[in-house]
C-alpha cells in the first residue's frame, strides 16, 4: 500500500507541474499496472489481471477536474506495424 502512496504522491506532483497539455511517463510494468489498478479503484489483489503490460506498450489515462479515464491500457498496435516493415 505504500507504494501506492508514494507512486500517487509523485503522480500529483506531476500533474500540479504540468497543469496543461500531455505529459509522458516512461517506467516498469509494476508501476503502470498499480497506477491502472488505482484507476480502475480496484484492490491490489487485482493488480495482475488482464490485460499483460507488455513492454514498449502504450496507456493513455485522461485527467479533468473530476474524473479519471482510461483511454488506451497496453497497447501494442505500434509494434506490429514496425514488424511489418523489416
Given at each position: 500500500m505504500i507504494f501506492v502512496i508514494v507512486l500517487m504522491k509523485a503522480l500529483n506532483r506531476?500533474?500540479?507541474?504540468?497543469?496543461?497539455?500531455?505529459?509522458?511517463?516512461?517506467?516498469?510494468?509494476?508501476?503502470?499496472?498499480?497506477?491502472?489498478?488505482?484507476?480502475?479503484?480496484?484492490?491490489l489483489e487485482h493488480l495482475w489481471n488482464p490485460p499483460y503490460i507488455y513492454d514498449t506498450s502504450l496507456s493513455i489515462v485522461e485527467f479533468n477536474e473530476n474524473d479519471t479515464k482510461i483511454l488506451m491500457e497496453g497497447d501494442t498496435a505500434h509494434t506490429k506495424i514496425l514488424q511489418n516493415k523489416h
Open positions: 506531476i500533474m500540479r507541474e504540468n497543469e496543461s497539455g500531455n505529459v509522458l511517463l516512461v517506467t516498469h510494468t509494476v508501476v503502470i499496472k498499480v497506477l491502472l489498478t488505482h484507476f480502475k479503484n480496484a484492490s
